[in-house]
Nanobody
Framework: VQLQASGGGLVQAGGSLRLSCAAS????????MAWFRQTPGKERDFVAF????????DYVDSVKGRFTISRDNAKDTVYLQMSSLKPGDTAVYYC???????????????WGQGTQVTVSS
């Protein structure tokens, strides 16, 4: 199983980035997907969730209205469109996959390698 995250980078406050996470080795359409983020010395925190079919999404309150999670089951890829970025969004972002629905807990069996997002003020 491999989850390959990409799309991170350095952006000014107010800017946008789109993260991608390409999955291989799993039947992607049968997996719920999520994004988490982590800063040094802190736990990995939930950011966004999307169910297998894409019909259910959930976000941490701090990103609601600014971030959008989506997926393309034909491409085995999940995305996180991030807009109106703030310095507080700076973190390493991880994608995660799980067959059963477990929206906000970090108890996911499969994780990507992480992609750094840095938002400058």
């Amino acid at each position: 199983v491999q989850l390959q995250a990409s799309g991170g980078g350095l952006v000014q406050a107010g800017g946008s980035l789109r993260l991608s996470c390409a999955a291989s080795g799993i039947p992607f359409s049968m997996y719920n997907m999520a994004w988490f983020r982590q800063t040094p010395g802190k736990e990995r925190d939930f950011v966004a969730f999307i169910a297998k079919s894409g019909g259910l999404t959930d976000y941490v309150d701090s990103v609601k209205g600014r971030f959008t999670i989506s997926r393309d089951n034909a491409k085995d890829t999940v995305y996180l469109q991030m807009s109106s970025l703030k310095p507080g969004d700076t973190a390493v972002y991880y994608c995660a996959a799980r067959m059963t629905q477990n929206i906000r807990s970090a108890d996911y069996p499969y994780w990507g390698q992480g992609t750094q997002v840095t938002v400058s003020s």
